[in-house]
């Protein structure tokens, strides 16, 4: 592996590392309502959320979008990548979705630009104010020179992470337990990856169980996360 090959692949790992400012531990996307309302109880359950997760959110909405947004961004079309972002937007059932995938695209851009200086990103800041977190993921990685099938990689195994993380503040769910879940999901990325790559079909969302979770979190009762 040549040198710049490392730099890319490094930079990768640290954008998926929680370590990394986003804001994400902040939201869990409903998980939070629908463990409290009993419909996620167990390894079980969380396994079937994970595979929504998988199936509907990133190979059919969030997928295309980082897929478009980094072919966009590679090609500095930033009209093209406005249009991907408010579609993006639009898709997302509940107000407080839309806030917190805004907050963290915006502060993903702002911060990559802080600490690792590219002019595509600072062309991209300048194009929009504000970005949702696929289309903001599709912006860094075509900076960081990654090719979209890593772009698309990192971004599942972020989001994937980001639910178990959630649902081990929130279940009685061991370490072990959750992170074979983890790993059983992260084994079938490789192949939802080759779908959205394949796929010329723009982002599509239909997940009513997991929008309607979102939509009732602020109903909760007592709130560990924003949405």
């Not at 478009?68 to 639009?90: G, K, P, R, T, Y």
């Not at 695209?105 to 194009?127: E, Y």
């Not at 972020?158 to 279940?171: K, Y």
Request: hydrophobic residues 50%; glycine residues 6%.
């Amino acid at each position: 592996m040549n040198a710049e090959a490392s730099r890319t692949r490094l930079a990768l790992l640290h954008l998926c590392d929680s370590l990394f400012p986003l804001g994400s531990f902040a939201h869990s996307d409903g998980l939070e309502t629908a463990v409290s309302s009993g419909s996620v109880a167990s390894g079980s359950d969380l396994r079937g959320w994970l595979e929504a997760t998988l199936v509907v959110t990133l190979t059919d909405a969030e997928g295309p979008a980082v897929r478009d947004a980094h072919a966009a961004a590679s090609a500095n079309d930033f009209a093209a990548l406005a249009v991907i972002d408010a579609e993006m937007d639009a898709l997302r059932g509940s107000a407080s979705g839309r806030n917190a995938s805004r907050a963290m695209g915006t502060r993903l851009l702002a911060t990559w630009q802080h600490i690792r200086p590219s002019a595509l990103v600072q062309a991209a800041i300048a194009a929009r104010t504000r970005y949702t977190f696929p289309v903001g993921f599709g912006v860094v990685c075509a900076a960081t020179g990654a090719s979209v099938e890593d772009a698309l990689e990192s971004y599942c195994y972020a989001r994937l992470a980001a639910a178990v993380s959630a649902a081990m503040r929130l279940m009685s769910l061991g370490q072990h337990e959750a992170h074979a879940l983890l790993a059983e999901m992260l084994g079938a990325v490789p192949a939802r990856v080759s779908t959205i790559v394949a796929s010329h079909e723009p982002s599509k969302a239909f997940a009513p169980v997991m929008d309607i979770a979102a939509m009732s979190h602020q109903y909760v009762h007592s709130r560990l996360f924003r949405s």
